[in-house]
């Protein structure tokens, strides 16, 4: 099973761009990532995922490396809002979709 | 609110009782998962569901657990005969059908305390 590795916490200045790196070294070519995140005592909301190319959306753009061992998520302007526990996952395609989360990064958003 | 509900969403208990918990997905989703969150950690797979057939357990799934979908809408998670690390958030996911979007819409969890 793919496994994800994140730095416990960040800090991040509020309205600065919060940049969230993930090392995913062992995944298969067919895996995706996705980004979710958990605010305090709530399920996970979905934020981001993709499988090689670069994505963006309206909540965050996700950077994927060329061989795919490492991704990172980036907060364009992060808000006080933003403050919660950011998962990389990988998806396993061929064992019904199944999420592997790790332990995740607090992001912590300073005003 | 992605749409999923989990009831109820806090349950005290002592040990040795049995409790349920019931996910509502939504409705057009075919896909359910369970989930269980222990304090600093994230979400760990419990078992899968696609329509009412449960077709993969994680070996976390002792025998005093049992997952239901009778007619491929809501499901039930049991737990017999709880144990204090049973204490945990019990999260369950609802993923629609088809082979173009994967994402899971979580529910607000069931926070389980055994004393």
């Known amino acids: 099973d793919a496994k994800t590795t994140q730095p416990t916490s960040m800090d991040c200045a509020e309205g600065r761009a919060a940049n969230l790196p993930c090392n995913h070294s062992?995944?298969?070519?067919?895996?995706?990532v996705y980004w979710y995140r958990q605010i305090h005592s709530q399920g996970p909301q979905y934020i981001i995922h993709?499988?090689?190319n670069n994505e963006t959306n309206e909540m965050a753009s996700l950077i994927i490396t060329e061989d795919r061992k490492s991704s990172t998520l980036i907060l364009p302007h992060a808000t006080l809002r933003d403050t919660a526990v950011y998962y990389c996952i990988v998806r396993v395609p061929y064992n019904f979709n199944k999420f592997y989360f790790g332990s995740g990064t607090k992001l912590n958003v300073k005003p | 609110d992605t749409g999923v509900s989990q009831d109820p969403r806090h349950k005290i208990t002592k040990r040795g009782q049995n409790v349920t918990f019931r996910c509502d997905p939504i409705s057009e989703h075919n896909r359910l998962y369970w989930y269980r969150q222990t304090l600093g950690q994230g979400p760990e797979f419990l078992t899968y569901f696609q329509n009412e057939a449960q077709l993969e357990k994680s070996r976390l799934l002792s025998d005093r657990f049992s997952a239901e979908r009778p007619k491929g809408s809501f499901s039930t998670l049991e737990i017999q005969r709880t144990e204090q690390g049973d204490s945990a958030m019990y999260l369950c996911?609802?993923?629609?059908?088809?082979?173009?979007?994967?994402?899971?819409?979580f529910g607000p969890g069931t926070r389980l305390t055994v004393t």
């Open positions: 993709g499988l090689k």
């Open positions: 996911a609802s993923s629609p059908p088809g082979t173009l979007n994967y994402e899971q819409y």
């Open positions: 062992t995944i298969s070519g067919n895996e995706y």
